[in-house]
């Protein structure tokens, strides 16, 4: 009766991981007036964390893409200055300099630019080695959640703290499941 029990609590114990060790998220991207952009997929590789973008109703040419501090994404329809600085500076949980070509960076949200096409529309693929989604090391959910953000302009890769990016023209939240526990791995 007693290893039943053990056994049951084993078998629970998996249940409630196995989903995770699977878990993509799909983020939801809009612009400024609230029409969808598209969507970011993450989820966990070997590498860090995969970020496959499907994008869409995007100005053509060369955008930034970061992943920033907070989990929120305010349009401040009223203050078109302020558009999505809620969602904070770059995530950074390793307190270095901006840019993938700085000496002493960079974040854990740079990312590659993108280029989108003449039609609005970008797919493109990349991981990120300084950050992973959840359960290792600079996890996005550990974090409490982040949020990804498209720039009007291209990155130029060292100028701290924001690569001269421009606005941010489209953004979406990187939501912690609510149900989500830390196994504490790191
Ligand atoms: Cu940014
Ligand atoms: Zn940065």
Redesign the pocket.
Known sequence: MRRLACLSALMIAYMELAPTALAKEAVQLKNVKGESVGTAILYNNKRGLMVQLSLKNLPPGEHAV?IHQNALCEAEAEKPGEAFKSAG????PESR???LNNPD???A??LPNITVGPDGVANVQFYDPHATLFGRSNGLWENGGAAIVIHANR?DMTA????NAGDRIACGVVAKPEDYRSSGGH
């Open positions: 970061h500076p770059h995530f950074n300099k901006h840019g960076g960079s974040h949200g740079d990155d701290d703290p924001g690569g």
